[in-house]
């Protein structure tokens, strides 16, 4: 099984909706972070918990992470039509490379 | 706001054919990345680079492949013979620091999509 594997795989809601994303992870870690894909396009970088944090907020993001359970979640609160898009958590272990998740696909609706 | 650029954006090769990808990282940044994704599957780390050489390499990254910093501001990767394989998003990324126990964030560029014929 892989390191990073995203729940689920993909989500439909409607505008004004939360939108949660899971992460699962195999090795201990330094950090997780997130990132957002738009079809076809770049990775931009959300946010980002280190391994001793437990919750993190950014806007309308709220990341998690448990290191006994070896998972994170993402929390989009009311979602808007721009949010749809992949998302992919990415964790950083003892080296400088970045193992990305499979990433969920969000779709939301107006 | 800075930010990690890459070019081309798109790029169409035949196989057998050498390409070179570029990328200029944010200027204050030490460390450079390589990932790549192929169309439908996830992003997967390629190469790290720092202080003029590699620190780290993937099983990808075979002897087809290799990266430079001609200069004080590009990176770039060079695919010697392309394969129909090598088909996909190259995303270049740049960090302030990338060693052991770092807690930076990797900045990712827009990314090159290069298609083998």
């Known amino acids: 099984s892989q390191q990073g594997e995203e729940d689920p795989q993909a989500l439909s809601i409607q505008e004004g909706e939360n939108a949660t994303m899971n992460c699962s992870y195999k090795t201990s870690i330094n950090n997780l972070q997130w990132y957002r894909q738009n079809s076809g396009r770049g990775l931009v970088h959300l946010i980002l918990?280190?391994?001793?944090?437990r919750e993190k907020h950014s806007g309308r993001l709220r990341v998690t992470l448990d290191t006994s359970k070896k998972s994170s979640s993402l929390l989009i609160t009311a979602s808007r039509a721009a949010d749809t898009a992949s998302y992919f958590c990415a964790t950083l272990l003892n080296t400088d490379k970045l193992i990305f998740g499979t990433g969920t696909r969000l779709q939301v609706f107006p | 706001e800075p930010e990690v650029t890459q070019t081309p954006s798109h790029q169409v090769t035949q196989m057998g054919q050498e390409v070179i990808l570029r990328c200029v990282p944010i200027?204050?940044?030490?460390?450079f990345y390589w990932y790549r994704q192929i169309l439908g599957q996830k992003v997967e780390f390629l190469v790290s680079f720092y202080n003029n050489e590699i620190s780290e390499k993937s099983e990808i990254f075979d002897d087809q492949f290799s990266v430079e910093r001609p200069d004080g501001s590009n990176f770039t990767l060079k695919i010697r013979s392309t394969k129909l394989e090598d088909s996909a998003m190259y995303f270049c990324?740049?960090?302030?620091?990338?060693?052991?126990?770092?807690?930076?964030?990797?900045?990712f560029g827009p990314g090159t999509r290069l298609t083998v014929t």
């Open positions: 990324a740049s960090s302030e620091d990338g060693t052991s126990g770092t807690l930076w964030e990797q900045y």
């Open positions: 918990i280190r391994s001793n944090e």
């Open positions: 200027s204050n940044h030490l460390y």
